[in-house]
Antibody
Framework: EVQLVESGGGLVQPGRSMKLSCAAS????????MAWVCQAPKKGLEWVAT????????YYRDSVKGRFTISRDNAKSTLYLQMDSLRSEDTATYYC??????????WGQGVMVTVSS | DIQMTQSPASLSASLGETVTIECRAS??????LAWYQQKPGKSPQLLIY???SLHTGVPSRFSGSGSGTQYSLKINSLQSEDVASYFC?????????FGSGTKLEIK
């Protein structure tokens, strides 16, 4: 059974950093691209970033370029999202998702990130 | 960036009815389109990929169609468990973009 379990969320002040993790199991992690998708409270879904199966390629939405870094450790089957210079508009639930040829076929339960002083 | 325009924003239908949700892309996305269902308080779940392929375990009353810039999701024989928000997403080109969502309720 595919499982994706996010951790690392919480309350953080504007301008500070936070690192999210996503532990994957139930599939061969290094065969799949992985993504982060966020959802602000009562809002729609927004794709944040994708990393290729081997970590060689990364893609970001414009609003997080230069502030967020997606990475992975295939030996640990874990995906990461390093979020720096956080802003109030980054407040959202962040989902880790497995990408299969582009679509996100499995999602984690999500982790809440609140950016507030 | 490719813009996804989804309609309607909300929908109310009776049990057993057929409903259709539409997404229009700002340019041709060559069937690089997925549909997701998100029930209240839950994570999104994939329903349809490549515009018309049913994801594993998804009931056959869900179907997707379309091409070019116009795509639709049809739900036949609406059931109470279909109450949810539905989102389209293009993955033809980065940055991937979602439609604004359709909230489906039962009359």
């Amino acid at each position: 059974e595919v499982q994706l379990v996010e951790s690392g969320g919480g309350l953080v002040q504007p301008g500070r950093s936070m690192k999210l993790s996503c532990a994957a199991s139930g599939f061969t992690f290094n065969n799949y691209d992985m993504a982060w998708v966020c959802q602000a409270p009562k809002k729609g879904l927004e794709w944040v970033a994708t990393i290729s199966y081997d970590g060689s390629s990364t893609y970001y939405r414009d609003s997080v370029k230069g502030r967020f870094t997606i990475s992975r450790d295939n030996a640990k089957s874990t995906l990461y999202l390093q979020m720096d210079s956080l802003r109030s508009e980054d407040t959202a639930t962040y989902y880790c998702a497995r990408q299969a040829y582009g679509s996100s076929d499995y999602w984690g339960q999500g982790v809440m990130v609140t950016v507030s002083s | 960036d490719i813009q996804m325009t989804q309609s309607p924003a909300s929908l109310s239908a009776s049990l057993g009815e057929t409903v259709t949700i539409e997404c229009r892309a700002s340019e041709d996305i060559y069937n690089g389109l997925a549909w997701y269902q998100q029930k209240p308080g839950k994570s999104p779940q994939l329903l349809i990929y490549n515009a018309n392929s049913l994801h594993t375990g998804v009931p056959s009353r869900f179907s997707g169609s379309g091409s070019g810039t116009q795509y639709s999701l049809k739900i036949n024989s609406l059931q109470s468990e279909d109450v949810a928000s539905y989102f389209c997403q293009q993955y033809y080109d980065y940055p991937f973009t979602f439609g604004s969502g359709t909230k489906l309720e039962i009359k």
